[in-house]
């Protein structure tokens, strides 16, 4: 499983098998994508270490932060088809 930063047009956090993969949970999860080529270009691909310390750092419903011990099962954790893993606060 790869990891998958996208900053813009909103940021997102995606596990997926590939680049498809992540742009198909990112539209459908997230935001449509007007230009493909664009968002294959300014994702970034990170380790799962830095994906780990994103989500750890992530905000949770109550204003405090998820942790490190659910953010290792969440990354440990992965559905087959890839997760949305952390998406912008402003879109909830």
């Known amino acids: 499983m790869n990891f998958y930063e996208i900053k813009d047009p ?3 956090l995606i596990a997926a098998e590939d680049e498809k993969q992540c742009l198909k ?4 999860n997230v935001s449509d994508v007007e230009e493909e080529e664009i ?3 300014e994702m970034r ?3 799962k270490y830095e994906a780990l310390k994103m989500v750890t750092e992530s905000n949770i ?3 405090g932060k ?3 011990e659910e953010a290792f099962k ?3 954790n992965l559905k087959e088809d890839g997760e949305l893993l952390i998406i912008d606060g402003g879109l909830l």
């Open 45 to 47: 691909t990170i380790d």
């Open 61 to 63: 419903e109550d204003g």
């Open 66 to 68: 998820l942790g490190v």
């Open 25 to 28: 949970i990112y539209t459908e």
């Open 39 to 41: 968002f294959y270009t």
């Open 74 to 76: 969440q990354v440990e």
């Open 10 to 12: 909103y940021l997102a």
